[in-house]
Nanobody
């Protein structure tokens, strides 16, 4: 599975950005996709995830501001980020989990896209 992320950039506080991540390869076996982020000096953390069935999960600090959605036909996941804050500034990584068999999964990561929130 290969993940191609796009959409990062510079935005002012209160602004919006939309990240996209397209999966290719064995994308048909992906069970869920999502976004993680890593700020300087901090651990990578989950931002949001979505299962192939549409179940979503959000970190508490982005609930109500970020929305994750997916297009199964395109094997693409989107992260709409509104009301961005300086603390949202980080490198955002697309993640996909592929189910290899009933008891085994494999994780894949995109190359990371930088989101800068600054005036």
């Amino acid at each position: 599975v290969q993940l191609q992320a796009s959409g990062g950039g510079l935005v002012q506080p209160g602004g919006s950005l939309r990240l996209s991540c397209a999966a290719s390869g064995y994308a048909f076996s992906i069970s869920d996709m999502g976004w993680y982020r890593q700020a300087p000096g901090k651990q990578r953390e989950l931002v949001a995830s979505i299962s192939r069935g549409g179940t979503t999960n959000y970190a508490d600090n982005v609930k109500g501001r970020f929305t994750i959605s997916g297009d199964n036909a395109k094997n693409t996941v989107y992260l709409q980020m509104n009301s961005l804050k300086p603390e949202d500034m980080a490198v955002y990584y697309c993640h996909a989990r592929r189910r290899l068999n009933p008891t085994t999964t494999s994780d894949y990561w995109g190359q990371g896209t930088l989101v800068t929130v600054s005036s």
